[in-house]
């Protein structure tokens, strides 16, 4: 094996492995992501930092660094880095965490309907009220006077006649406007037990998370040495 710079193994070895670890994961998720989106993507520890560095060190451990001191090495193993991660943090995130890796099924249903009613009503009612009457007093009666007599002129000391009519009408209309409106929602989430099962999806999550990191890891190939 060609002998140029150090190995990293030497490295580990002089720094201490979480020290060289720490090296490559100097960037901030805060930078690139938002607090709901970091949760999603380090949820149950498919996926994680310290993680990716462990992987990285395992996968270069033999290999020489690229960089004349192991103080460069530091310095653009933080830089490049942040400048995969700016990119692979995104798309980390929109390819496979947006999802429950345990739910195939996940949709919402609402159904709204609006009923309107309106009434309308009249009652009438009429009354009407005739009277007449007829008071008649004769101070020396001799015989029965009868209003007949009255009209022929016969006796009589006091008459007195009336008549009264009254006439009433009462109408009542009544409007009435009403409105219901009824809302159903249904919601499913989960897994239909038909297509794909929980073991399927949690595999595939976490083989997705694997070839994201794989890729990170590749790109890193230039701080090492070539020859080897």
Not at 133 to 140: A, E, G, K, Q, V
Not at 149 to 170: F, K, N, P
Request: glycine fraction near 4%; charge should be negative; hydrophobic fraction near 30%.
């Amino acid at each position: 094996m060609a002998n140029f710079t150090m190995e990293l193994r030497k490295v580990c070895e002089y720094y201490g492995r979480d020290t060289v670890e720490s090296w490559f994961m100097d960037y901030n998720l805060q930078d690139y992501l938002t607090n709901e989106q970091i949760k999603q993507i380090t949820a149950d520890g498919v996926w994680s930092k310290e993680k990716l560095a462990r992987m990285i060190v395992d996968h270069y451990y033999m290999r020489e660094i690229g960089l004349e001191t192991p103080a460069l090495f530091k310095h653009y193993a933080k830089v490049k880095m942040q400048e995969i991660m700016e990119e692979k943090l995104l798309e980390i995130y929109t390819k496979f965490l947006k999802y429950d890796p345990l739910s195939s099924v996940d949709y919402t249903e609402e159904f709204r309907r609006e009923i309107n009613s309106e009434g309308e009503g009249e009652s009438n009612s009429n009354s009407k009220n005739n009277a007449e009457n007829l008071n008649i007093i004769n101070d020396t009666p001799q015989t029965k006077i009868t209003k007949q007599d009255l009209d022929t002129g016969a006796y009589a000391s006091t008459v007195g006649q009336g008549e009264t009519s009254s006439e009433a009408e009462d109408k009542t209309t009544t409007n009435n406007k009403n409105k219901t409106i009824e809302t159903y929602t249904h919601s499913m989430k989960g897994d239909n037990g038909v297509i794909v099962t929980n073991q399927y999806l949690v595999r595939e999550f976490r083989e997705l998370a694997k070839n994201f990191n794989q890729e990170i890891i590749e790109e890193l190939n230039p701080l090492f040495m070539g020859i080897y």
